[in-house]
């Protein structure tokens, strides 16, 4: 992924790179509802676990953006305070 097509000049993700992401990742969160619901017709607890899962990983997943996150911004104050 170039840094020159996907982010602004100051490094962050363009909004419109950021407004895509956002969509399919909300996309994909109907779409696991709509199977959730449609499986818990016949497996009831199945669902629960799904879910569970879903959870867990999005815990996870914002804990290590916020990780990075906190990362790229002490290396960019380091950088800029180097000469």
Do not use: F, Y
């Amino acid at each position: 992924m170039s840094q020159a097509i996907h982010s602004t000049p100051s490094g962050s993700a363009s909004p419109l790179r950021c407004c895509h992401i956002a969509t399919v990742s909300s996309a994909l969160d109907m779409w696991q509802v709509v199977m959730i619901k449609r499986i818990q017709r016949k497996h009831p607890r199945l669902p629960v676990a799904w879910a569970t899962g879903l959870v867990a990983l999005e815990v996870w997943a914002t804990t290590n953006n916020i990780s990075a996150t906190g990362r790229i911004q002490q290396l960019r104050r380091h950088s800029q305070n180097s000469p």
